[in-house]
């Protein structure tokens, strides 16, 4: 079955309001947390996750390792998606 991400929490725990920059970690129903780091863009203020990381608290649901690998890179722009319906972002 493919994977469904579902994110419970987003918290933003980093802005530089300098260069449009900031990131979320969130957390998602299976326990896995990721760091998101956003852009914005300068001219539209448009705001894009421009990278995931999964931060290595559990082992990665769809592969179970316990180190790094890029599974959640799929589900970027879904996990984007819905951390910012939950957080207020800058
Ligand atoms: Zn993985």
Request: glycine fraction near 2%.
């Amino acid at each position: 079955m493919a994977y469904q991400p579902q994110v419970v929490d987003a918290k933003l725990v980093s802005n530089n309001p300098k260069n449009g920059l900031f990131e979320l970690v969130v957390t998602l129903k299976d326990r896995t947390s990721c760091r998101l780091i956003y852009e914005t863009d300068a001219a539209s203020g448009a705001k894009n996750a421009t990278h995931i990381n999964r931060l290595q608290n559990e082992p990665c649901p769809i592969c179970r390792k316990d180190f790094l690998c890029n599974c959640m890179s799929k589900f970027k722009d879904e996990i984007s998606t819905q951390a910012m319906a939950k957080v207020e972002t800058p």
